[in-house]
Structure formats: structure tokens, C-alpha cells
């Protein structure tokens, strides 16, 4: 079980959009990420946490591709929504100064795809001084190997691995 005080961490989804939740992923499909993922953030949303959506933006294109926008049920939970133009979400978005005035010090991951968007964005967090939560049967990857090197080799040094049911805010 993992505690966490709701008035310095926040939930940051990354790239829960249409096109990449409807890819083949594993080992968790996209619509279970999803499920799992509005369950955080409406736990987090009622204990007072602030919940970040991130999503990519291609750079350089006059048009985002069809299902670029976030999930409406991700939008719809989302305290902020950051839109990034690289692999993490922390180079250029602003995310940092956002997360810091909020006060925020502990970061909760969860999303698509665990060894890229959320690897990446960890990595940079972890750099800022972050404390790290990273909650594997909310996040996935494009094969399940990819999945599971981020979340047995790489996430561990960085921070926390737990499953949903065991994050606790309070």
C-alpha cells in the first residue's frame, strides 16, 4: 500500500487519445488503461489532487492526424491539460513550472506508451527532484517486452512501481 499526501502530488496522464489507445498494446489494452487511469483520477480529483492530461502534437505538420484530441472522459477529469511536441512531456510544455506551483513534489504515471511518452516524461521528472509513483495496470506499452523492461529494469530506479488498487491519497 502506498500513501500519499493529496496537497503535494498530482496524477499525470500521458497520450490518452483516440489513435494511441486504439493500437495493439499489451500487456494491457488501451481501454483498460483508460478504465484504470479515470479511476485514479477521479480518486485524485476527490481527495483534492490536481490530475494533468498530457497529449502529443506532431510538430512541423499543418494538421494533427484524426484522434489527436485527448479522451472526452480524460479531458472531462483533467485539472490541466498540457500538449507536448516531443516524446516527454516536460521539454517546452511548461509542465514543471505548473506542477511547482501547485506545489507539487510527488508524481503519480500513468498512460500510453510505458517505455516511451511515460519513460520519458519520468526521466525528465525524476531530473527536476520529483518523487515517483508509477502505476503499472494503468499504463501499457506497444509489446508487452517493451512494457516490462521499462517497469522491472527502469521504473524502479527512478521511483515506486504499485499496482491501482494500492495507491492511497489521504
Do not use: C, W
Not at 13 to 23: E, H, K, T
Amino acid at each position: 500500500m502506498t500513501t500519499l499526501d493529496p496537497r503535494d502530488t498530482a496524477l499525470v496522464l500521458i497520450d490518452l487519445m483516440d489513435r494511441i489507445v486504439a493500437n495493439p498494446l499489451a500487456p494491457h489494452t488501451g481501454s483498460e488503461v483508460v478504465a484504470a487511469s479515470l479511476e485514479l483520477a477521479r480518486a485524485f480529483r476527490a481527495a483534492g489532487a490536481p490530475v494533468v492530461a498530457v497529449r502529443v502534437e506532431r510538430p512541423n505538420v499543418a494538421e494533427q492526424p484524426p484522434g489527436s484530441e485527448l479522451l472526452a472522459e480524460v479531458e472531462a477529469v483533467a485539472d490541466e491539460v498540457v500538449v507536448k511536441r516531443t516524446i516527454g512531456a516536460f521539454q517546452g510544455t511548461g509542465l514543471h513550472e505548473l506542477l511547482r506551483a501547485r506545489g507539487v513534489e510527488t508524481l503519480v504515471f500513468a498512460g500510453i506508451a510505458t517505455n516511451l511518452g511515460v519513460e520519458s516524461s519520468a526521466r525528465a521528472a525524476a531530473d527536476h527532484g520529483y518523487r515517483l509513483v508509477f502505476v503499472e495496470d494503468a499504463m501499457t506499452g506497444l509489446s508487452a517486452e517493451e512494457h516490462r523492461a521499462s517497469v522491472e529494469l527502469d521504473f524502479p530506479r527512478l521511483g515506486e512501481v504499485v499496482v491501482a488498487g494500492d495507491v492511497r491519497l489521504g
